[in-house]
T-cell receptor
Framework: DTGVSQNPRHKITKRGQNVTFRCDPI?????LYWYRQTLGQGPEFLTY????????KSRLLSDRFSAERPKGSFSTLEIQRTEQGDSAMYLC?????????????FGPGTRLTVL | AQKVTQAQTEISVVEKEDVTLDCVYE???????LFWYKQPPSGELVFLIR??????QNEISGRYSWNFQKSTSSFNFTITASQVVDSAVYFC?????????????FGKGTRLSVIA
């Protein structure tokens, strides 16, 4: 039984470069969420998908950020023209949708450092 | 708008002491869920408990207990006889209750250090 996986676990990049992160949810889960966590803060919601449809985007998700889930399985989060303020832990979570509530299972996160 | 406040930024206790982590929330929704998550040094968020707004019964699970009071919009978490392994950052979170899941709104967390 595998949980949510994220790659890479760590990414160091220079300001202005583009980066892409990948999230593989638990296989039977059709909802996938992206959160961002900066140092000393709680996770903040960025966006989420049900299957391949992107259902909601936070205002935190500037036009430099784009997320996809092309076949309703894995998801990618791309940040273009990175800025130092993008340095954070990017967390992915997945859940099912049967019943009144389905627990969100979190991955280990991708830590981004922008120099 | 939804908001979760964890006023205690850091708490330090000696092993075997009891400790309570406070959580106060704001929401306009009449139905909602409340959660506690643990984030150990490894970084992965671990789900501890979910409560719905209909159920104000307190809950106990081993050394953990939760006190939900709708009248004060609080959902406090108590660890009895704390252990070093309890050292982590603890987050309280809130979500709407509608069909299926909705994104979680987290507090800023409380860092608990349990000293042997």
């Amino acid at each position: 039984d595998t949980g949510v996986s994220q790659n890479p676990r760590h990414k160091i990049t220079k300001r202005g470069q583009n980066v892409t992160f990948r999230c593989d949810p638990i296989s039977e889960h059709n909802r996938l969420y992206w959160y961002r966590q900066t140092l000393g803060q709680g996770p903040e919601f960025l966006t989420y998908f049900q299957n391949e449809a992107q259902l909601e985007k936070s205002r935190l998700l500037s036009d430099r950020f784009s997320a996809e889930r092309p076949k309703g399985s894995f998801s990618t989060l791309e940040i273009q023209r990175t800025e130092q303020g993008d340095s954070a832990m990017y967390l992915c979570a997945s859940s099912g949708t049967g019943g009144s509530w389905n627990e969100q299972f979190f991955g280990p996160g991708t830590r981004l450092t922008v120099l | 708008a939804q908001k979760v406040t964890q006023a205690q930024t850091e708490i330090s206790v000696v092993e075997k002491e009891d400790v309570t982590l406070d959580c106060v929330y704001e929401t306009r929704d009449t139905t909602y869920y409340l959660f506690w998550y643990k984030q150990p040094p490894s970084g992965e968020l671990v789900f501890l408990i979910r409560r719905n707004s209909f159920d104000e019964q307190n809950e106990i699970s081993g050394r953990y207990s939760w006190n939900f009071q709708k009248s004060t919009s609080s959902f406090n978490f108590t660890i009895t006889a704390s252990q070093v392994v309890d050292s982590a950052v603890y987050f309280c979170a809130l979500s709407e209750m509608n069909s299926g899941n909705t994104p979680l709104v987290f507090g800023k967390g409380t860092r608990l250090s349990v000293i042997a």
